[in-house]
């Protein structure tokens, strides 16, 4: 998303980075991103709790001019306190942040291109299971297919919401629901993170 405002500020590069960094390539200083962020509980592997955001020097500079009120999420608290060497100005999850330390660990152990190659051998893996289970993907062009999760959609008289109760009731395992438009339509199946086949 390319943001501008309306005080002549250079428009900025944000990325919803939350189901593919570090799953997918991303390189955030080549392709001129400004922010990007993801969550601990995708391609990390961890719970839920920690926002990861990164932002470029333009965007540490757009800030200071931003007109936009902030206060839990302030850049400039997170900086004063980064330089004072005690690197946080609120409580942190710290048993979040021992395992943000341990899933990066793994990342770097196997090396992130092959962490990249992994999710995409199991993504194509995955879409190949649909097909011969005689079910389609909801994603309808093979460019736009993702290597991090796959919506299987259902013929019209199944309700995927009982695909996926059945699945944890009796498998105990987990699959997401459809969305919005497609709620009851699809199911997904998520391959992202410290998995293998």
Known sequence: IELSDD???????LVDGVSSIC?????MDEWGVDVALT?????????????????????????????SVRVFFDWNDYLK????????????????????????????EEGLDNVIARHSRLGKATRLAVEAWGLKNCTQKEEWYSDT???????PYIDSTEIVKRA??????????G???????????G???????
């Open 149 to 155: 999760v796959t919506a299987v959609l259902v013929p």
């Open 81 to 108: 306190f980064y330089k004072l060497g005690t690197y946080w100005p609120y409580t942190p999850s710290i048993q979040l942040l021992y395992g943000l330390r341990a899933a990066l660990d793994l990342i770097f």
């Open 191 to 197: 391959h992202l993170g410290n998995l293998n086949e």
């Open 23 to 27: 799953a997918l390539d991303f390189r």
């Open 39 to 67: 969550g601990s509980q995708k391609a990390l592997s961890l719970p839920t709790g920690i926002g990861i955001v990164c932002a470029s020097p333009k965007a540490l500079e757009a800030s200071k001019s931003a007109k």
């Open 168 to 177: 944890w009731k009796r498998y105990n395992l987990s699959l997401g629901l």
């Open 7 to 13: 005080y002549g500020h250079p428009a900025l590069l």
């Open 179 to 189: 969305l919005n438009k497609v709620a009851g339509k699809v199911f997904r199946i």
